[in-house]
């Protein structure tokens, strides 16, 4: 009988230590190496200070600023912890919201987000969340669709707004993969730094 259990806990405790551990650690240090910034989270820094992350988006409110995809992450209720509330762009629980397609609360979550915008036919990503619930991109149209309105608030040309939209619009990776995407934080703070 021991001759059977003595290999089993000895192959347990080598794979343990070798994917567990050993595995791990190469991989964080291979990181740490070769593309620290990106291992470390993509951080945004301003004046010091952490401002974002290239990798997660955020709630912009202010009509002076460009708006995010919508975010389906929540959280624990306070007041009672077996329900949810919304939380936009909990990094915590990344998760879309698993209404299919039939879904009534996400039809009316669409009409409703789509009359807020008031521009007519809205971009599919101004309307509808991600799958992760913490997308940092919109399509180049989706954020074209919000010039308008950013350039109102900030009292400048819609023009100066939408070539800098155009700016920041970035290709696929490599040239092939995924569709050409604005990154709403960087948007933001270009046009924070260009239009104060």
């Not at 919201?97 to 009409?111: E, H, P, V």
């Not at 950013?150 to 290709?171: C, F, I, M, Y």
């Amino acid at each position: 009988m021991l001759s059977l259990i003595r290999p089993a806990v000895v192959l347990t405790l080598t794979f343990t230590l070798l994917t567990g551990l050993a595995y791990p650690l190469a991989m964080t240090g291979l990181a740490q190496g070769v593309m620290p910034r990106q291992a470390n989270g993509s951080l945004i820094l301003r004046d010091g200070k952490v401002v974002g992350s290239e990798l997660i988006g955020q709630a912009f409110a202010s009509q002076r600023y460009f708006h995010g995809r919508p975010s389906a992450t929540s959280t624990a209720d306070p007041a009672d912890p077996s329900k949810t509330v919304d939380a936009p762009y909990n990094a915590a629980a990344s998760s879309g919201s698993n209404l299919g397609s039939s879904s009534s609360a996400l039809a009316d979550a669409i009409r409703e987000r789509a009359a807020a915008l008031g521009t007519g036919p809205a971009p599919a990503d101004l309307v509808t969340a991600s799958a992760s619930g913490l997308d940092p991109h919109l399509s180049p149209a989706a954020a074209l669709v919000q010039a308008e309105r950013v350039a109102a608030a900030r009292n400048k040309p819609v023009e100066r707004v939408r070539d800098l939209v155009q700016r920041h619009v970035e290709g696929r990776s490599f040239g092939v993969i995924g569709e050409p995407r604005v990154n709403v934080l960087a948007l933001n703070l270009a046009l924070d730094a260009e239009m104060p």
